[in-house]
């Protein structure tokens, strides 16, 4: 069975960071790629970052553009593993965040996800 579960969200004060980790299992994910969604109250689920693995030391990351610069994603294979670090919060990036796994490039629409994770709830207070 299919699993990703997140771990690091919390509350934290604008211009703060919080680190994301989402431990996938169930299968081997390093052909996949994985990444992070946030969904605020009353919005559409959106991309925030994805990762791709391309053999040897080469990845390929994308990011929604209200989060580049201060946002970066990262993987461990071995560990099936994916984190966000997440710098300079805003009130605007509260969200629960999902993790989540596709085939295919590093950015992907939600309709596009194979697996989706529980999702953990940031709050940023302003």
């Known amino acids: 069975q299919v699993q990703l579960v997140e771990s690091g969200g919390g509350l934290v004060q604008a211009g703060g960071s919080l680190r994301l980790s989402c431990v996938a299992s169930g299968r081997t994910f390093s052909s996949y790629a994985m990444g992070w969604f946030r969904q605020a109250p009353g919005k559409e689920r959106e991309f925030v970052a994805g990762i791709r693995w391309s053999g040897g030391m080469i990845y390929y990351a994308d990011y929604a553009d209200s989060v580049k610069g201060r946002f970066t994603i990262s993987r461990d294979n071995a560990e099936n593993t994916v984190y966000l670090q997440m710098n300079s919060l805003k009130s605007e990036d509260t969200a629960v965040y999902y993790c989540?796994?596709?085939?295919?490039?590093?950015?992907?629409?939600?309709?596009?996800?194979?697996?989706w994770g529980k999702g953990t709830l940031v709050t940023v207070s302003s």
């Open positions: 989540a796994a596709w085939r295919g490039v590093a950015k992907v629409n939600p309709t596009g996800v194979d697996y």
